[in-house]
């Protein structure tokens, strides 16, 4: 497969073609999923991030 | 100075220029992660992709694991593989998610203080803090390395190594102070881009260069003749092949390179926070596409690339002999030297500013991790008790400071071929130390305070002894185990050369749950608004 004979090996290459793959089609599934509203934890953690930024 | 230093001069001058451009554009109008989060809205799904896949991918990858790869063969795939799906897959979509929230949800700003507020413990967060400052620096070094070698590479005539690594660290200096700590994203978003196109060009130049994908590999795989003697004794069995099953090759590719970064990546400290700068899932979703993808063309590409650089110096008769006797031994020196012999010479311009980047967006996460683990986690939280003290900023400051410092001097010490090492070291480390914890503090809720702290001690000592006492190569060097038992490790084949990790992170798993369950729980109320919403 793909000139090598080792499947140790080349079925490494290919599972990385292949989760790469993945990613994209989770991605691309997922697209639109998950918005969330921004709620006061997240507007305190950002303040308290900014300031740090500032401070340092 | 001849030409090509002179249009190198300019072309990194330009670059350095243009980050420095939109480091100020972006401070100007404050386009940063932060504000969009507040805004409500969206960063762009590829901004947020290319900048944790920059942060995450080093010249410690290109250069270091890519010259392991000329040394390993294509075995090293298999930590490519890692690389996107635990690096990518579990760490944005099973970890990313809940560490957004948690964050938030406790106000937390660092790796270590997620874990310490998680656990409602100051010696959770100063310990862990403490870790990374003691031995990020092993990291930043050899990121700073990577960098220094190829500059060496190309221009032998002018730099050499010491001064490279000077000339980098200046760079990155100059890019901390002027807010690279800051992560612009445009920035990062931009390093990510450069580096993309270079790895690119450069998988797509070498299959060429070789005839094809599948010429180029048989090729590989017809070399096996050439393995030196040294290397077939310990395994070696051809660079298209897996080592020999439980050589002492074997153990090392899988145990430490393989299993130690493919797995340690989930408890980075730089990379864990980043969750916590989106607005949603739905931008952890979106950026699990171009991640996945942006990784492959990194690790994916150094490591093929590594693997096939041996074709070619075995092929041009101006080599004629495989990468490791090109490089004399060092593996550090085989990508760069393979670079600028057979690459055109504004492809080697190109790559220097791939590498630039990938050292100036990791080293300054990395310097920014240090500075805080001992400003806001162990300063702050263990020494003031928590109080928010005026001099935390400036033990901050210091903190980045000494880390620099080390780092530079490592550079200097550290011996050749190290880049890999010292990488997988730090990752192992901090998967055998973290990871139990991070899981419970993710996912069990009935995980306690000293069943964190029993874990974190077995991982980090257990790590450490094993170092000193067992793992050949590292017990060797340190000399401790020599001095006391006037003999270089207590133990035998194969245990020598079985990674920390191997045996470490197993005894911490083990030790953080059971702990757990014979031990006060925290407190409901606590756990309760920790997991808020999640």
């Not at chain 2, 997620?114 to 803090?129: C, I, M, P, T």
């Not at chain 2, 439980?246 to 989930?266: E, Q």
């Not at chain 2, 080599?319 to 600028?340: C, M, Q, R, T, W």
Request: glycine share 10%; charged share 15%.
């Amino acid at each position: 497969m793909l000139g090598i004979d080792d499947p140790k090996i080349w079925s490494a290459y290919l599972l990385c073609i292949l989760s790469a793959l993945f990613c994209v089609g989770y991605g691309l599934v997922n697209w639109n999923k998950g918005d969330e509203i921004v709620r006061p934890e997240d507007k305190k953690w950002v303040e308290g991030e900014k300031k740090a930024e500032k401070d340092l | 100075m001849d030409n090509n230093m002179l249009i190198l001069t300019i072309v990194v001058a330009l670059y350095l220029f243009m980050i420095g451009y939109l480091g100020y554009y972006g401070y100007r109008t404050t386009k940063n992660a932060l504000d969009y989060l507040v805004a409500g809205r969206n960063v762009h799904p590829f901004v947020m992709a290319l900048s944790y896949g920059a942060t995450f991918i080093s010249t410690s990858a290109i250069v270091g694991f890519g010259g392991a790869a000329a040394l390993f063969g294509m075995g090293l795939l298999w930590l490519t593989f890692l690389n996107i799906f635990v690096g990518i897959i579990i760490a944005f979509i099973v970890f990313g998610k809940r560490t957004r929230k948690m964050g938030h949800n406790l106000d937390a700003h660092t790796f270590p203080e997620l874990l310490g507020k998680r656990f409602n413990s100051k010696f959770v967060q100063g310990f862990s803090g403490l870790v990374i400052f003691l031995f990020m620096p092993l990291y930043s070094a050899a990121v700073l390395i990577g960098a220094a070698r190829f500059l060496e590479t190309t221009f032998p005539a002018y730099i050499n190594f010491n001064v490279a690594l000077l000339i980098y660290t200046l760079i990155i200096c100059a890019y901390v102070l002027a807010g690279g700590l800051k992560g612009v994203m445009y920035t990062d978003a931009l390093q990510g881009a450069i580096m993309f196109v270079g790895m690119a060009a450069l998988l797509v130049f070498t299959y060429v260069k070789l005839g094809g994908v599948i010429v180029a590999h048989q090729a590989l795989g017809s070399l096996i003749a050439k393995v030196p003697p040294k290397l077939v004794e310990a395994g070696h069995m051809g660079w298209t092949s897996m080592p020999k099953f439980g050589s002492s090759l074997w153990w090392n590719l899988v145990s430490t390179i393989v299993m130690g970064v493919g797995i340690g990546v989930l408890t980075q400290p730089q990379l864990a926070v980043r969750f916590m700068t989106v607005k949603s899932n739905k931008e952890i979703n979106r950026a699990v596409l171009a991640g996945g993808v942006f990784i492959l063309f990194m690790t994916g590409v150094a490591f093929v690339v590594g693997a096939l650089s041996n074709v070619y110096f075995v092929n041009n008769p101006v080599f004629g002999k495989i990468s490791l006797a090109v490089a004399e031994g060092n593996i550090d020196k085989i990508i760069p030297i393979f670079i600028n012999s057979a690459m055109p010479t504004w492809f080697v311009y190109l790559f220097m500013l791939t590498l630039l980047s990938a050292a100036m967006s990791t080293t300054s996460s990395q310097f920014h991790a240090l500075g805080t683990s001992i400003g806001r986690d162990v300063f702050e939280k263990v020494i003031l008790g928590g109080k928010n003290a005026k001099h935390t900023v400036l033990i901050t400051r210091i903190g980045i400071v000494l880390g620099v410092i080390a780092t530079v001097i490592l550079g200097y010490k550290l011996p050749g071929s190290i880049i890999a090492i010292a990488t997988a070291i730090f990752f192992g480390l901090c998967a055998s130390t973290f990871l139990p914890s991070y899981i419970g503090a993710l996912f069990w809720k009935r995980m306690t305070k000293t069943g964190v702290m029993a874990s974190m001690l077995t991982g980090f000592f257990g790590t450490a002894l094993w170092l000193l006492f067992v793992h050949q190569k590292e017990s060797e060097a340190l000399g401790l185990c020599k001095f006391i038992f006037n003999k270089p490790t207590l133990a035998k084949f194969p245990w020598v050369v079985v990674d920390p990790i191997v045996v470490v992170l197993p005894i911490s798993l083990v030790v953080a749950f059971s702990v757990s369950l014979f031990t006060k729980k925290i407190d409901k109320e606590h756990v309760n608004a920790c997991f808020k919403n999640i």
